[in-house]
């Protein structure tokens, strides 16, 4: 039997994404909790580039980057496909997992983490964001249609974790009145049985986040 190993955090969104991948194949795994503040000669020599999470082992050979991987569970295990059979439809699902990554995430992260300016900028552009996304999302329970797709799970920290740290922060800002559709669909991916068994504790998450937030507001 293929050995595979997953070098992870438990409660990072990007180990999420390819521990739902692979449970989605039926694929065995291990899962190797690395400390990101003291990363190991493994994840280092697995990934020298980066040096970051998530990475695969394979038989011994690493593939790194979560969405990447992702397409490498996808073409070589057996089980429901991820990307769409349809060469358009597969391409659309690559552009908007490529759009979350790249625009949303880090603008979002600077939104709810960040500081000051930055901060203020960053959610000016959250807003211009979430109206492109609630405008995809409309007449859709999902990105790629009724079925949870590729692109969901590119969006899987704005689905769960984003709205997590909104809490621990003690600010609201994404409402269903304010984004309809994009709120249904989150409502959508948190209620989707093939991703609820899988997702961390939101308990954890809470406490993790709003002890965050208590050491920032802190006097130093």
């Known amino acids: 039997m293929a050995e595979i190993k997953l070098l992870g955090v438990s409660l990072s969104p990007f180990t999420h994404r390819v521990e739902w991948a692979l449970k989605t194949k039926g694929v065995e795994y291990e899962l190797i909790v690395e400390d990101t503040k003291n990363k190991s000669p493994l994840l280092l020599e697995s990934n020298p580039i980066h040096k970051k999470i998530p990475v695969l082992i394979h038989n011994g050979k690493p ?7 992702i397409e490498y569970i996808d073409e070589t295990f057996e089980g429901p496909s991820i990307l769409p059979k349809d060469p358009y439809e597969r391409a659309i699902a690559r552009f908007w997992a490529k759009f979350l990554d790249d625009k949303c995430l880090p603008t979002m992260g600077k939104a709810l983490l960040g500081e000051g300016e930055e901060q203020e900028k960053a959610k000016e552009e959250c807003v211009e964001l979430l109206k492109i996304l609630d405008n995809e999302l409309k007449h859709k329970k999902f990105f790629g249609g009724d079925q949870i797709g590729f692109a969901d799970i590119a969006a899987n920290a704005l689905a769960f974790w984003m709205g997590i740290i909104e809490e621990a922060s003690g600010v609201i800002w994404v409402t ?3 984004f309809p559709n994009y709120c249904a669909w989150r409502e959508n991916y948190n209620n989707c049985s ?15 986040f709003q002890s965050r937030f208590h050491s920032a507001a802190a006097p130093k």
């Open 63 to 69: 593939i790194c980057e979560s969405m990447v991987i």
């Open 176 to 178: 269903s009145e304010k």
């Open 194 to 208: 093939q991703v609820k068994e899988y997702l961390p504790s939101r308990d954890e998450l809470f406490t993790h």
